[in-house]
Each structure stands twice: as structure tokens, then as C-alpha cells.
């Protein structure tokens, strides 16, 4: 299982690259809060909690960094009032229109010498393996 781990390290380091090379200011981390958001904005912090697999007070620290830079905002849950929903900024909805192309273009370097025969056995294979993990 170390090659996942190994594929794991490059793919990250090819997207933190890419991010820089862009100047997009947010970690792998941040990015997959945002992408949660652009699936479905203004939502309830534990709802990312869920989506994630991490625990609240990370979400909080990422939620944090990405309200300071003008990201995404905290608005109270108007049904309860001990919850923020999270909710992406303008700027935060436009860093999915200039982020998307860079990710998809990242993604088919990742693919680019792979059939998508061989991608779609890969797949299936880390599907199972993911299953089996949370069983």
C-alpha cells in the first residue's frame, strides 16, 4: 500500500505546484472545503465536518483561513442559533472559475500516458478498497 501513499504525496505536490504557479493562495485542504461549498453553498459547518471525514476543530482552522482571505463568510443558521452556515464570497465563487480549468488540466497530465480502460480498473479497485476501509 505505500504506492498509494506515494501517489498520493506527487499528486499533492503537482497541485500545490500548479496552485502557486497561479497564484492561488489556499492548501489542498482549503481547496476541498471550497469544493464541497461549490456543490452546495451555504451549508452547515458539520455538514463539511461529514463531507470530510475530519474532525471540527480542523474545519474551524480552514474555515478560518479561508474567511481571511475573503473567501467564504460564517452567516447564522437562521433555525439554529448556536450554528453558522458557511456560505462562499463572491471572490470565493470566482476562484471556482479560474481553479476548475487548472484542476482539470492537472487531472488529464495525471492521465495522459493511462487508457481509460486502466483508469477505470484503477478506480474500481480503489472503490473497493475504500469500501472495505469503512466497513
Excluded: C
Amino acid at each position: 500500500m505505500d504506492i498509494i501513499r506515494d501517489v498520493r504525496k506527487v499528486m499533492r505536490s503537482h497541485f500545490m505546484k500548479k496552485m502557486k504557479e497561479h497564484h492561488f493562495d489556499v492548501t489542498i485542504e482549503m481547496l476541498e472545503v471550497l469544493y464541497i461549498l461549490w456543490s452546495k453553498d451555504n451549508i452547515n459547518q458539520q455538514e463539511i465536518v461529514d463531507k470530510t471525514n475530519r474532525n471540527k476543530a480542523s474545519i474551524t482552522s480552514l474555515i478560518d483561513n479561508l474567511t481571511a482571505r475573503a473567501l467564504v463568510q460564517r452567516n447564522p443558521d437562521p433555525t439554529d442559533r448556536r450554528n453558522n452556515l458557511i456560505a462562499l464570497t463572491k471572490e470565493g465563487k470566482n476562484y471556482q472559475e479560474k481553479l476548475i480549468p487548472i484542476l482539470e488540466e492537472v487531472y488529464q497530465s495525471f492521465q495522459a500516458d493511462i487508457t481509460s480502460e486502466e483508469l477505470e480498473n484503477t478506480i474500481n479497485v480503489l472503490q473497493k478498497i475504500n469500501k472495505k476501509m469503512i466497513e
